[in-house]
């Protein structure tokens, strides 16, 4: 299986985890919101924010248009120390997990 494909059904595992937690989100955050430049948008959004309307919504947008994706990065860390006391996020820390491995040598 391709790096890109993996990742593809990462994403939607994502998604399927976040909807069948209640987290995914029918609204949009403002355009201000999505346009942080810190990391994580840690400034202006929630980790289930940037993961939703950010990382996955990126991805997607990358795959769909035959562009590059990105490689040599790590989230888990990041969403480890988030949700450290939050048991119901394992099985999302799980598929971050994944991810970064697939993409730490896309």
Known sequence: MTKEKQ???LVDALEVEMRKQGQWQQHSP???ALSSQEPFAID???PLE???WIFVARIRLLVKESQPLPKGFA???Y???CW???QMMKPLITIIQQIDKVCRHA
Request: proline content about 0%.
């Open 79 to 81: 969403f480890e120390e």
């Open 75 to 77: 989230m888990a860390d």
């Open 84 to 86: 450290k006391e939050e």
């Open 44 to 46: 202006s959004l929630t």
């Open 7 to 9: 990742l593809v059904e």
């Open 50 to 52: 940037w993961l939703q």
């Open 30 to 32: 403002s355009v201000e």
